[in-house]
């Protein structure tokens, strides 16, 4: 019998993950992570069952399909984007969200009701799997976009009874830290064990000037074969101060710079006792080893590509690959990793935009500008959902900057429902080049009932960012930031001042009056002679002392008359 040599063959699985690094000005570092993952193929059928879920991860799909979610978007964000310095936010924007926490689906269902209820069971599923607050999520906060956020054109029906709805709400309040991240990993085959997933360090990330945390799911169906799958993306981004993380490294605890390194900013007064200090380092050298604590661990084995990394920077950047002590380099700066241990080390020398920015509450007011810097026009869509205790007079919007009739061109306005849901604003509105434009309307502040105030009343309750969505001259998307409203506060230590005092003064009352009503008032011997006719033990006490009198007497007696007869 003739048989051929048996060839191992590894397993490739619809899994990619990539690395793309970016140097921002003032010394601070882009990161992106990448991840793609995709399930098996199955029939489009909603009682299709899926036999294997490959790379994707097994804990997510069962609750897509139960909810009957054909796309989701969660984001975990926090800090700040300095679109000044660092230009656009990355991918446009389609991977970003607010502070907080931000999820928005397409579900298909029946009607609008089914879908709610499915969205719903779908937060507190999240809720439970990312150990997130998302079972806050309620009719209260939950809208149904209607141009701001736009779904696939290709988005299938696996009924075609049924309709698609999309649904979004935020917690702008929501903290994001390490206990988001460990789910996220453990999605990766990898589980953060090798590969890039293995420089995922919480505590390097969640220090950072502004992180994002972003998960799409999309389904993705072939007609031809009437098959659909599951196609995943996760990604990390995070913004880094270069120098304070490699301070983290060289100086670990702060210690105040030496007088021979300090420089002083001459235009300003420089005396003994007085210096402002610059910051003069003009050359930069740094290894994501200094960044992140750690080094890649091998490259990803499971995936049909190879792990990349990629550092996107000016011809006078000098990056290189570290494996083993020897150093490697490429004409694009990208690199594929295959076993080992990596490190990448830097060395340097040292449009359109649209921001909106929430300049908070002024005396029931909220007011958001719009800057447009470009010598074409923009087109937009200003999304606002605001809770219901901000009651908007919508009459009076007031713009600045040009004609209202010129920037507004529609607006789409669902007013607020007492504890059942939000204000659902969204506003298409025509930027005019080179122009800045303020938006600004009143509201009025309803009252709470005592126990809908969190714990933390007098902090203040945090409204969730603005959305902001460019059409033309590119598709771009941008949040504001979140504004934090200031409710009227009850005393809550009030009642327990009140019942303390109450019954301190109805204690003292019931005694004074009881005693008054029931007790005679006599002197101390009266007192004392009514005692001792009534206790028994008084008297026995005074016959002793009697007693023991006429012992002495009958003594002092005995003794004086000795006394004589001598």
């Given amino acids: 019998m003739n048989?051929?040599?048996?060839?191992?063959?590894?397993?490739?699985?619809?899994?990619?993950?990539?690395?793309?690094?970016?140097?921002?000005?003032?010394?601070?570092?882009?990161?992106?992570?990448?991840?793609?993952?995709?399930?098996?193929?199955?029939?489009?059928?909603?009682?299709?069952?899926?036999?294997?879920?490959?790379?994707?991860?097994?804990?997510?799909?069962?609750?897509?399909?139960?909810?009957?979610?054909?796309?989701?978007?969660l984001r975990f964000g926090q800090g700040w984007w300095d679109s000044e310095h660092w230009?656009?936010?990355?991918?446009?924007?389609?991977?970003?969200?607010?502070?907080?926490?931000?999820?928005?689906?397409?579900?298909?269902?029946?009607?609008?009701?089914?879908?709610?209820?499915?969205?719903?069971?779908?937060?507190?599923?999240?809720?439970?799997?990312?150990?997130?607050?998302?079972?806050?999520?309620?009719?209260?906060?939950?809208?149904?976009?209607?141009?701001?956020f736009l779904p696939k054109d290709d988005i299938p029906l696996f009924d075609q009874s049924n309709g698609l709805f999309l649904l979004r709400a935020a917690l702008p309040s929501e903290p994001v830290c390490t206990e988001n991240l460990t789910p996220f990993v453990k999605f990766l085959p990898t589980r953060g064990k090798e590969g890039l997933a293995s420089l995922l360090d919480g505590h390097r990330i969640f220090e950072s000037e502004w992180h994002?945390?972003?998960?799409?799911?999309?389904?993705?169906?072939?007609?031809?074969?009437?098959?659909?799958?599951?196609?995943?993306?996760?990604?990390?981004?995070?913004?880094?101060?270069?120098?304070?993380?490699?301070?983290?490294?060289?100086?670990?605890?702060?210690?105040?710079?030496?007088?021979?390194?300090?420089?002083?900013?001459?235009?300003?007064?420089?005396?003994?006792?007085?210096?402002?200090?610059?910051?003069?380092?003009?050359?930069?050298?740094?290894?994501?080893?200094?960044?992140?604590?750690?080094?890649?661990?091998?490259?990803?084995?499971?995936?049909?590509?190879?792990?990349?990394?990629?550092?996107?920077?000016?011809?006078?950047?000098?990056?290189?690959?570290?494996?083993?002590?020897?150093?490697?380099?490429?004409?694009?700066?990208?690199?594929?990793?295959?076993?080992?241990?990596?490190?990448?080390?830097?060395?340097?020398?040292?449009?359109?935009?649209?921001?909106?920015?929430?300049?908070?509450?002024?005396?029931?007011?909220?007011?958001t500008v719009f800057q447009n810097n470009l010598d074409v026009e923009a087109q937009i869509i200003y999304l606002e959902t605001l809770p219901w205790f901000m009651r908007i007079y919508l009459q009076s919007l007031t713009i600045t900057g040009a004609e209202k009739d010129e920037v507004i061109k529609s607006i789409y306005y669902q007013p607020e429902i007492d504890r059942q849901r939000p204000t659902h604003l969204e506003f298409e509105i025509v930027l005019p080049p080179n122009s800045t434009i303020t938006m600004a309307y009143q509201f009025d502040k309803s009252l709470l009932l005592i126990a809908e105030y969190p714990p933390d009343a007098n902090h203040g309750f945090s409204v969730e960012p603005g959305m902001v969505r460019v059409f033309e001259p590119l598709d771009y998307q941008v949040r504001t930031s979140p504004d934090l409203l200031t409710l009227p506060t009850p005393d809550f230590s009030m009642p327990y001042n009140v019942i303390i005092f109450t019954a301190t003064v109805m204690s003292l009352t019931f005694g004074t009056v009881f005693n008054l009503l029931f007790k005679r008032t006599v002197s101390e011997k009266d007192a004392d002679l009514v005692s001792a006719e009534l206790d028994p033990k008084v008297k026995i006490k005074a016959k002793i002392q009697n007693l023991k009198q006429r012992i002495r007497s009958i003594l002092h007696k005995?003794?004086?008359?000795?006394?004589?007869?001598?």
Avoid at 340 to 351: E, F, Q, R, V
Avoid at 558 to 566: I, Q, R, V
Wanted: proline share 5%.
């Fill in 87 to 148: 230009g656009q936010l990355p991918n446009h924007g389609e991977t970003a969200g607010g502070s907080g926490v931000e999820v928005w689906a397409v579900i298909e269902s029946s009607d609008s009701a089914h879908a709610f209820k499915e969205w719903l069971k779908l937060v507190n599923l999240l809720s439970g799997l990312f150990c997130a607050s998302l079972n806050f999520i309620t009719e209260e906060n939950t809208v149904f976009p209607l141009r701001s």
């Fill in 558 to 566: 005995d003794t004086s008359t000795n006394e004589g007869k001598s």
């Fill in 212 to 367: 994002m945390i972003s998960i799409d799911v999309e389904t993705v169906c072939d007609e031809e074969h009437s098959t659909c799958k599951y196609s995943m993306q996760q990604k990390v981004d995070a913004v880094v101060d270069v120098q304070r993380a490699l301070r983290r490294v060289s100086n670990p605890i702060p210690k105040p710079v030496t007088g021979d390194e300090l420089v002083c900013d001459s235009k300003k007064p420089i005396d003994a006792f007085q210096c402002f200090a610059i910051n003069q380092k003009t050359k930069t050298k740094f290894s994501l080893n200094e960044i992140f604590g750690r080094t890649i661990k091998n490259g990803s084995h499971l995936g049909r590509k190879q792990s990349k990394v990629c550092v996107h920077a000016l011809p006078h950047w000098n990056v290189f690959l570290v494996n083993n002590g020897d150093l490697f380099g490429t004409g694009d700066n990208c690199f594929d990793l295959d076993t080992g241990n990596y490190n990448i080390l830097i060395k340097t020398d040292n449009t359109f935009e649209v921001m909106p920015v929430s300049y908070g509450l002024d005396k029931g007011g909220l007011r």
């Fill in 3 to 73: 048989s051929a040599a048996y060839e191992p063959r590894a397993i490739e699985y619809p899994y990619e993950e990539t690395l793309d690094i970016t140097p921002l000005p003032k010394n601070h570092l882009f990161t992106s992570f990448q991840f793609k993952l995709e399930s098996e193929e199955t029939e489009i059928s909603p009682s299709s069952h899926v036999a294997s879920y490959k790379a994707f991860p097994k804990s997510l799909a069962p609750i897509l399909k139960t909810t009957n979610t054909r796309e989701l978007h």
